[in-house]
């Protein structure tokens, strides 16, 4: 909860939503394999990935330090259902080059040299 509050405050205006695609951008993508939806979405991706990072290094400086502490624990915890979507996808390359942005965007967090205890996960 506390995270998601952060983002609305942090966040919380559309321009924050609203994305521009260069040619170029578009170009690099398909370069790499990616359709303009694909493109979309990894830059979705990258949003909220450098947004979440905001969110938690804001929360760490506060007295909410181990709830971030939790919240990245919880993201890392290994599932079933993950095993079965990478069983799935890692034969296709541009959604196997979607599911390592994800992963990247849950390491991302782990940057945030404020929180006293996140080197030990």
């Not at 609203?18 to 939806?37: C, E, N, P, V």
């Not at 506060?62 to 034969?91: N, Y």
């Amino acid at each position: 909860m506390q995270h998601e509050l952060a983002h609305a405050i942090l966040h919380g205006t559309l321009e924050f939503y609203t994305f521009r695609y260069s040619r170029h951008l578009i170009a690099a993508g398909k370069t790499l394999g990616f359709d303009m939806q694909l493109l979309q979405q990894l830059v979705y991706l990258i949003s909220i990935a450098l947004k979440d990072a905001e969110v938690v290094r804001k929360l760490a400086e506060t007295e909410f330090e181990s709830g971030q502490i939790a919240l990245l624990k919880h993201m890392l915890s290994d599932t079933h259902d993950e095993h079965t979507v990478w069983d799935t996808i890692r034969t296709l390359p541009s959604q196997r080059k979607m599911a390592v942005a994800i992963f990247l965007k849950v390491l991302g967090l782990f940057r945030i040299p404020n929180v006293s205890g996140y080197h030990k996960l």
